[in-house]
């Protein structure tokens, strides 16, 4: 499903480089629950903007699905960002002035999807998230964990093969980022493939596979059972 092979990103700054990612080679096979764990400054969000299209690598090939995406341009990159993957951010990303049904609609009506398919997609993925009584409600009547539920929602609805979660329960507190790694199994369990970037060790231990980043190079690879053993 996803794979990076001799994977460089690297920045300029005056007469030095920055290697935020220096020759990163790795697999994700498709149904995986796999966590990408570093500190601040490790290259793990960077090498979640590349899996996830947000970014090109400096060097390096990049496989998506069996297609080389590691050069394609914007509007091609923003095709399979629409299509292929769904995002789950700390922040959340709701737009504050459209209600939570027209939230997850969002990123259907960039499909030119019609107005029928979109409402019947969101309130199937409200339903699946336990909101679909809040569909007219704006992102501020909600709680934090009400607000990472909808933008699950959101990822969900365009019913992609992968979700990217960046430190999904960073601004929650503990029983709700419980919750919402609860509900990341759920959809793992139901097959879709999941990239979870977390700086928390504890919340990498509850996926099935942990790689290690570290100045910009894999340092560990293991299945999450073997690193509780």
């Known amino acids: ?9 690297i920045y300029s700054d005056g007469d030095s480089e920055i290697r935020a990612l220096d020759g990163i080679s790795l697999t994700i096979e498709k149904g ?6 570093g500190s601040s400054g490790s290259g793990k969000s960077t090498c979640m903007n590349i899996i996830g299209c947000l970014d090109i690598p400096t060097s390096g090939t990049y496989f998506l699905d069996g297609h080389d995406v590691s050069t394609l341009d914007e509007k091609e990159l923003a095709r399979i960002r629409n299509k292929e993957l ?3 951010f700390q922040q959340y990303n709701l737009i504050p002035k459209l209600n939570i049904l027209e939230n997850v609609e969002l990123p259907l009506i960039y499909r030119r999807m019609s107005a029928d398919e979109r409402r019947k997609r969101a309130l199937q993925a409200l339903e699946r998230v336990g909101l679909s009584d ?10 934090g964990g009400q607000q990472q539920r ?5 990822a969900l609805a365009g019913n992609p093969p992968v979700i990217l979660a960046d430190e999904p329960t960073g ?17 793992n369990n139901d097959g ?7 700086h928390d060790p504890s919340l990498a231990e509850e996926t099935k596979r942990i790689i ?3 100045d910009g190079k894999i340092i560990s690879d293991t299945a999450a059972k073997e690193v509780l053993e």
């Open 134 to 143: 809040r569909i007219n409600k704006y992102p501020s009547q909600l709680s």
């Open 1 to 9: 499903m996803i794979e990076l092979k001799d994977v460089y990103k």
């Open 192 to 198: 879709t493939t999941i990239v979870l970037i977390t």
């Open 86 to 88: 769904g995002f789950i």
């Open 171 to 187: 601004a929650l507190d503990t029983k709700t980022g419980r919750e919402v790694m609860n509900f990341l199994k759920e959809l």
């Open 150 to 154: 909808v933008s699950i929602a959101r």
């Open 212 to 214: 290690r980043i570290q």
């Open 32 to 37: 995986e629950f796999t966590s990408i764990v």
